[in-house]
């Protein structure tokens, strides 16, 4: 096949893609995502490479070129299992850097340097050194939003699909849980074990109100609220559920709810609504700026100049790995 029969090959490939997002993209901005498509898509065969998307991703990026999608723990497990010479995470780096842990010997490429998380940027390896000295014997349970460092300083890591699951399984009294305030608090509640908690918050979640969801509830009749656990439990206490982003997938999947508010992300509800055009969602939401930097042009340029690559430092990574190891035995 000439070079231009096998573009026109990919760009079939993308437009047939269409009708799937149609109901989240109008037909006139889809010229502006389909070249970039087509090119990602003969990128990834080019290069034996697959695609992770979070749930966060936006709908042309998770509906069109996502190999693996789900939530921080799906995408863990699924990182365990892939078969390809190339990982390019459409997520951000703690999401890059745990799928690095977990094939070390793989390509894994980061869209953007600027994909960060608030929630891991609010606490050191020293930070949990610290907090070990000052409550000796007592275990570090972490979340994955966190560095591979650490993550080498703790005992096991959770993810808001597993973190109740994850204590549990600990069988003890008392757990150091960083860095998420409010999740370790709706833990706590949850699971009545006494959680040494860190200020960290996600920039996303804390800034629903409980004021916010009367008002939304007020507004629309019959309306089912799902809120996400690292929102302030005050704002869990108003919701009708409470989980992970998978959690409130399966949710939605569940067909419990015809008018639904996610307190959570803005594209969930975009995804969701691919998914299940029955199904109303109400739209008012908060944008992650980190994982917004991962945009089709982005994942393009990575697959074209193979960068950038994520590596994580021979001094933390079996630590690291062995904290995640942990947590997907659970
Ligand atoms: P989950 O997808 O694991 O629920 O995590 C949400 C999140 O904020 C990831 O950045
Ligand atoms: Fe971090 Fe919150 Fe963005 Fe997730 S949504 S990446 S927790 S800042």
Not at 79 to 98: H, N, S, Y
Not at 175 to 182: A, C, R
Request: net charge negative; hydrophobic share 45%; with cysteine.
């Amino acid at each position: 096949m000439t070079a231009s029969l096998q573009m026109s090959f990919w760009q079939e490939q993308a437009d047939s893609l269409y009708p799937r997002v149609s109901h989240v993209i109008p037909a006139m901005e889809w010229p502006a995502f389909s070249e970039d498509i087509a090119a990602i898509l003969a990128l990834k065969e080019k290069h034996n490479a697959v695609i992770l998307a979070h749930n966060y991703q936006t709908p042309e990026i998770f509906h069109c070129v996502a190999d693996v999608k789900g939530d921080s723990l799906a995408l863990a497990r699924k990182a365990q299992e892939v078969e390809a010479d190339v990982i390019v995470m459409a997520g951000v780096a703690f999401m890059a850097e745990t799928a690095k842990l977990l094939n070390p010997s793989k390509k894994v490429l980061l869209p953007s340097v600027e994909a960060g998380c608030s929630l891991a940027d609010s606490i050191t390896a020293a930070d949990v050194r610290l907090l070990r000295a000052r409550y000796p014997g007592i275990p570090v349970v972490t979340y994955v939003n966190t560095s591979a460092d650490v993550k080498a300083e703790s005992d096991i890591c959770c993810t808001s699909g597993n973190a109740r699951k994850v204590i549990e399984s600990l069988g003890v009294e008392e757990v150091i849980m960083i860095p998420d305030e409010f999740l370790a608090q709706n833990v706590a509640r949850e699971t009545g074990v006494k959680i040494i908690t860190w200020k960290g918050h996600c920039e996303v979640h804390e800034r629903f109100t409980p004021e916010e969801i009367r008002q939304w509830r007020a507004a629309w009749p019959g309306l089912v609220v799902l809120a996400h656990p690292e929102c302030p439990p005050e704002v869990v206490a108003e919701a009708d559920y409470s989980g992970s982003t998978a959690g409130m997938s399966d949710f939605v999947a569940s067909g419990k709810a015809g008018r639904v508010l996610l307190v959570t992300e803005c594209s969930m509800s975009d995804n969701l609504a691919v998914e299940h055009p029955e199904v109303e969602f109400v739209r008012p939401c908060n944008l992650c700026p980190h994982m917004k930097h991962i945009t089709l042009s982005a994942i393009r340029k990575a697959l074209e100049r193979m960068e950038v690559e994520v590596t994580v430092d021979a001094s933390v990574a079996d630590r690291a790995r062995l904290s995640i190891e942990r947590m997907l035995a659970v």
